[in-house]
């Protein structure tokens, strides 16, 4: 099992940038792929981005490609997600997740943390 804490969040005005972290306990963190998901006030969770164990291979949803990019350090069990040209669309919860499908397993495992609130204002 693993516990997830995010950082970084805050209050930015649009155009601006904020770097929040995800630090994991365990030392079996190289074993899960990372993401980030966001979920607006009324609105369901959406998957934001993505790494794999390696770091060599990184997805992000449309709507923040080539603003937001993600990243880890395996060396530290932290993930982080660098966000650039913040618009007031970007205001949510953001959730740090890790996965970890073990070939031994039937489905895989995923866990999430509390979250940190990004605000953006216009």
């Known amino acids: 099992q693993v516990q997830l804490v995010e950082s970084g969040g805050g209050l930015v005005q649009a155009g601006g940038s904020l770097r929040l972290s995800c630090a994991a306990s365990g030392r079996t963190f190289s074993n899960y792929a990372m993401g980030w998901f966001r979920q607006a006030p009324g609105k369901e969770r959406e998957f934001v981005a993505a790494?794999?164990?390696?770091?060599?291979?990184?997805y992000y949803a449309d709507s923040v490609k080539g603003r937001f990019t993600i990243s880890r350090d395996n060396a530290k069990n932290t993930v982080y997600l660098q966000m650039n040209s913040l618009k007031p669309e970007d205001t949510a919860v953001y959730y740090c997740?890790?996965?970890?499908?073990?070939?031994?397993?039937?489905?895989?495992?995923?866990?999430w943390g509390q979250g940190t609130q990004v605000t953006v204002s216009s």
């Open positions: 997740n890790a996965k970890y499908h073990p070939k031994w397993a039937t489905k895989a495992l995923s866990y």
């Open positions: 790494i794999n164990r390696g770091g060599g291979s990184q």
